[in-house]
């Protein structure tokens, strides 16, 4: 594709910026076994994640990517996990490889920057200070700071009005389905990562308009401002 030009890049976390699958199984498992129920296991909360921590409990309760538990199980669980996750955030977390280094790239070339994740605030902030990320972004959207999370678009939305530049000309990068209909209905350009969670689908199956395996790999499909505003 031609090189483009975005006025501003939104980037998701989980699967994209950091692997956290490591620190959520941890917190599942302990989550399951406190209720008497099996682990789950890291394979298996990797096609559950990318929905919020609440979706991910759900869905480890009924062993599936479907279906909802049962709202008295469910009652029991999630604050065991919430307290869990909150004690074991970025323990075990760590940045993808190239993260730190395209990130780099695209603000010295003068590209502005935000993060915009499912996950809830309390959660994002602490593991982005803890990685060493959180002074990167211009503005960060939570799982919690909108009325909606991807696949709506508001977060996205919400996020260039935050920056305070139209969204004509805007580029998402993700890893999930989610970021890819999200950026579409908000009319951003979408690049994917082919390392994240996309509960077991391979990513290029919802055509976004680039994939990756690297940071790194972001001078091929933006132009080089040369720290140019």
Same mark, same amino acid.
């Given at each position: 594709?031609?090189?483009?030009?975005?006025?501003?890049? *939104?980037?998701?976390?989980?699967?994209?910026?950091?692997?956290?699958?490591p620190d959520l199984a941890f917190c599942v498992d302990?989550?399951?076994?406190?209720?008497?129920?099996?682990?789950?296991?890291q394979s298996a909360v990797r096609q559950w994640v990318?929905?919020?921590?609440?979706?991910?409990?759900?869905?480890? *309760?009924?062993?599936?990517?479907?279906?909802?538990?049962?709202?008295?199980?469910?009652?029991? !669980?999630?604050?065991?996990? @919430?307290? @869990?996750?909150?004690?074991?955030?970025?323990?075990?977390?760590?940045?993808?490889?190239?993260?730190?280094?395209?990130?780099?790239?695209?603000?010295?070339?003068?590209?502005?920057?935000?993060?915009?994740?499912?996950?809830?605030?309390?959660?994002?902030?602490?593991?982005?200070?803890?990685?060493?990320?959180?002074?990167?972004?211009?503005?960060?959207?939570?799982?919690?700071?909108?009325?909606?999370?991807?696949?709506?678009?508001?977060?996205? @939305?919400?996020? !260039?009005?935050?920056?305070?530049?139209?969204?004509?000309?805007?580029?998402?990068?993700?890893?999930?389905?989610?970021?890819?209909?999200?950026?579409?209905?908000?009319?951003?350009?979408?690049?994917?990562?082919?390392?994240?969670?996309?509960?077991?689908?391979?990513?290029?199956?919802?055509?976004?308009?680039?994939v990756m395996n690297s940071f790194m790999e972001l001078?091929?499909?933006?132009?080089?401002?040369?720290?140019?505003?």
């Amino acid at each position: 594709m031609q090189k483009i030009n975005p006025e501003f890049v *939104l980037i998701d976390l989980d699967g994209t910026l950091i692997d956290s699958v490591p620190d959520l199984a941890f917190c599942v498992d302990a989550m399951m076994k406190r209720i008497g129920l099996p682990e789950r296991g890291q394979s298996a909360v990797r096609q559950w994640v990318g929905n919020g921590v609440q979706r991910l409990v759900e869905r480890a *309760l009924v062993n599936s990517v479907d279906g909802m538990p049962d709202t008295s199980i469910m009652n029991k !669980a999630y604050p065991i996990f @919430l307290e @869990l996750y909150a004690e074991n955030n970025s323990q075990r977390s760590k940045v993808y490889d190239g993260v730190v280094e395209g990130i780099a790239w695209m603000k010295g070339n003068g590209y502005r920057v935000g993060c915009v994740t499912n996950k809830a605030e309390a959660f994002t902030i602490p593991l982005l200070k803890d990685k060493g990320l959180f002074d990167l972004f211009e503005v960060i959207v939570s799982g919690d700071t909108c009325a909606e999370k991807k696949p709506h678009p508001m977060p996205l @939305l919400h996020a !260039a009005q935050l920056m305070g530049v139209g969204t004509d000309n805007a580029l998402m990068i993700g890893d999930s389905r989610s970021d890819v209909k999200a950026a579409r209905a908000a009319g951003f350009a979408i690049f994917c990562m082919t390392y994240g969670y996309n509960h077991g689908e391979d990513i290029r199956n919802y055509e976004p308009d680039v994939v990756m395996n690297s940071f790194m790999e972001l001078p091929n499909y933006l132009l080089e401002k040369r720290g140019g505003g």
